[in-house]
C-alpha cells in the first residue's frame, strides 16, 4: 500500500539565508529567534481593542495568544537548528536523514512544507523592506531544492508564490518545476496588493477566482502542480466587539478566533472555486488543503448538497420551501459542487487530534488523505501507526485511499 505525506515540514536551521543568498541576508541583518518574532505574529489584535476597559487592554501581543498555544511555539522554536552543522537535528533539514525517517514508516514520498520562512518575512516588514519578500521567497525556494538534490522522486518542496505578481508566480512555478517541486502554496483569503490611485476609492481586494489568476491556474495544469491551501494563511476574523465582554482578559476572544479563523477561511475558499468556476475551466487543478482540521468537511459537503436541492428525505409532504437556493438555471456548473471536491480537492487531517472515522461516515471517503506534519509539534513521530488504529475496521479501498489515492491526482 502506498503512502504519501502531503504535509510534512522543513526545519531551517537559522544560517540558511546566510548560506543560500549571503547578499539578501545581510540586507535583513541577524536572523531572529522565532519567539522574538511570534509573539507580534501570532497575538495582533485590532487597534478597537484600545477602547477596551483599561484593566482589559492588551498589555502586548502576548496577552492575545492562548497558553497553550505560547507553550507550542516554545517547543517549535526548540526544534530550529541553530546551523546545517546540527547532526542531532539533520533529519529536520537534510533528506538523507529524511528519508530514513519516512523508510522506518513506510512513508513514500512527503511535501515539504516551510516553518521558520516567517521570521525571514517578519524581518523584512519591520526593517521596512517589503520589496524583499519576493527574493526572499525565491531564496527558499532555491534553498529547498539545494536540501533534496537528487531524492526528488520522493521528497517534494511546495514552492512559495505571490498572487499580486502573477508574472513572477507563473516564472517561479516553472523554474521550481524543473526543481523537482510539485506543489506551491495559495492563501485561503482574497488578495490584495493593487495600488490606490489619488482621488479614487481604494481598489477591492480580489478573490482568488478572479479571471485575473487563471494564468495561475493553467500554468499548475500545463506543469502537473497542485495548489496547497495551509493553515496561517486564512484572514477570517470574527468581529473585536465579542472581546467587550466585561472580562479581565481576552481569552474567550482569542479562542474564538483560533476556533473559527481558519475553518470560515477554508470552506470560502472551496465553495468560491466551485461556484466562480474555476474547478470547472481548469480540470486538472489539484487543490490539497492542509492542517486546518477536517471537522468542516461535513457541513461544507452538506451545504453544497443543499445549495442545489441535494437534501436528504427528511419530509415529503409536496410543499415548496427555499432550500435550495440557487436551484433551476442560476446553477449552470455541468457538475455538483460536491463532485468537484470528490473530483479535484483533498483534505488532511491532524493525525493526533482529528479522528477520522465520524467524518469519513459523512462525506465521500476519498476526499480525506494521510499527513504527518513531522516534525511540528501538532504531528507525532509515528503518524502511519496513529492513522492505522483510527482505519481499523474500514474497507482496504478505503484505507487504500487514504493513505495513498491522492498520488494519482498529485501525479506521484
Known sequence: MRIIDVDAHLHEPLDWLERTDPDLAEKLGPAPSFMQIAGPLFGRYPSSFNSLPEHQRPKSPWDNVLPGFVQHLQITEDRQPDSHDSLEMAAYF????RLEFCDERGIESQFLNPTFLVSTFYQAAQTRQNHLI????????????????????????????????????????????ALGSRAFVVPESPVSGRRAVAGQPRPMDRSITH?????????????????????????????????????????????????????AGTQLMLAA?????????????????????????PPLVSALNASIGRLPEVIQDGHFRPSN???????????????YLQR???????????????????????????????????????PVAVCERQLAGQPQSVRESFFGGVGDLLGV
Open 94 to 97: 537534510d533528506a538523507t536523514a
Open 134 to 177: 519576493n527574493p526572499i521567497k525565491a531564496a527558499w525556494n532555491s534553498w529547498a531544492a539545494s536540501q533534496v538534490q537528487g531524492h526528488t522522486d520522493r521528497l517534494f518542496p511546495v514552492t512559495q508564490i505571490d498572487l499580486t505578481d502573477i508574472e513572477w508566480t507563473v516564472k517561479e512555478m516553472t523554474r521550481t518545476r
Open 211 to 263: 479571471p485575473d489568476f487563471d494564468p495561475i491556474w493553467s500554468a499548475a495544469e500545463d506543469l502537473g502542480m497542485a495548489a496547497f491551501a495551509h493553515v496561517g494563511f486564512a484572514r477570517e476574523r470574527i468581529h473585536p466587539g465579542w472581546a467587550n465582554n466585561g472580562a479581565d482578559t481576552l481569552q474567550t476572544f482569542t479562542t474564538l478566533q483560533s476556533i473559527l479563523a481558519s475553518h
Open 273 to 297: 472555486m466551485i461556484y466562480d468556476g474555476v474547478l470547472e475551466r481548469h480540470p486538472k487543478l489539484t487543490v490539497v488543503v492542509e492542517e486546518v482540521g477536517i471537522d468542516w468537511l
Open 325 to 339: 437556493l440557487i436551484e433551476g438555471e442560476s446553477y449552470t456548473l455541468p457538475l455538483a459542487p460536491v463532485e
Open 344 to 382: 479535484q480537492v483533498r483534505v488532511t487531517p491532524l493525525p493526533t487530534s482529528q479522528p477520522i472515522g465520524p467524518v469519513l461516515a459523512q462525506i465521500p471517503t476519498e476526499l480525506l488523505c494521510f499527513s504527518s506534519d513531522y516534525p511540528h509539534v501538532e504531528g507525532t513521530a509515528d
